[in-house]
Nanobody, 123 residues
Framework: QVQLVESGGGLVQDGGSLRLSCAAS????????MGWFRQAPGMERELVAG???????YYVDSVKARFTISRDNAKNTVNLQMISLRPEDTAVYFC?????????????????WGQGTQVTVSS
């Protein structure tokens, strides 16, 4: 059974930084693309960054140049480094895994989710 466990959320001031981590278990991590989603109160969950099984990243426009997604296949982890955080980045952040191996892009196809970690950016 696949499990994803996020860590690293918290409270930070406008302009601050945070690093989220997601530990994966239950299948061959290196074969699957991974992503980070977020959901603010009253809003739909949105993909903010993804990374393919072979390391090609994708970012939604609102986080480009501020967020960096990376993966460590030796440790079965995917990370999201966030800098220049803004109050509008406040949300619960979820790690996700794609449903099939070797998908060539990281913009969709996610079907397994972690429990989420809260990120709050104060103004």
């Amino acid at each position: 059974q696949v499990q994803l466990v996020e860590s690293g959320g918290g409270l930070v001031q406008d302009g601050g930084s945070l690093r989220l981590s997601c530990a994966a278990s239950g299948r061959t991590f290196s074969l699957y693309g991974m992503g980070w989603f977020r959901q603010a109160p009253g809003m739909e969950r949105e993909l903010v960054a993804g990374i393919t099984w072979n390391g090609i990243p994708y970012y939604v426009d609102s986080v480009k140049a501020r967020f960096t997604i990376s993966r460590d296949n030796a440790k079965n982890t995917v990370n999201l480094q966030m800098i220049s955080l803004r109050p509008e980045d406040t949300a619960v952040y979820f790690c996700a895994s794609q449903s099939k191996p070797y998908i060539s892009n990281a913009r969709g196809g996610f079907d397994i989710w972690g429990q989420g970690t809260q990120v709050t950016v104060s103004s």
